[in-house]
């Protein structure tokens, strides 16, 4: 599983709120911050199609989920699938 999180560092109600949600149950995830990554900003404006951040990409099991802006159902859908992998890992 890789979780990535594109977002600013500062400024963003919704992507500290992103964080948040995914510290808080210590699921691990990469952030890239776009005001300091051109390429990365290009990713997810040029490729991805999104105009919004935080952009989340949730990959696993050769599937791939991806959303902007602050989504807590999608959150929830991401930290209650994880919670069962680690479960199933222990």
Same mark, same amino acid.
């Given at each position: 599983m890789t979780l990535t999180i594109?977002?600013?560092?500062?400024?963003?109600f919704g992507c500290?709120?992103?964080r948040q949600k995914f510290t808080?149950? &210590?699921?691990?995830?990469t952030e890239v911050? =776009?005001?300091a990554n051109p390429g990365a900003f290009e990713y997810i404006t040029e490729e991805? &199609?999104?105009?919004q951040v935080p952009v989340? =990409?949730?990959?696993?099991d050769d599937s791939e989920d991806r959303?902007?802006?602050?989504?807590?159902?999608r959150?929830?859908?991401?930290?209650?699938?994880?919670?069962?992998?680690?479960?199933a890992l222990a």
């Open positions: 594109y977002a600013k560092a500062v400024g963003c500290a709120k992103t808080d149950v &210590g699921i691990a995830f911050d =776009v005001t991805l &199609g999104y105009s989340v =990409v949730y990959d696993t959303w902007s802006g602050l989504n807590p159902a959150i929830a859908r991401v930290i209650g699938i994880e919670t069962v992998r680690e479960g």
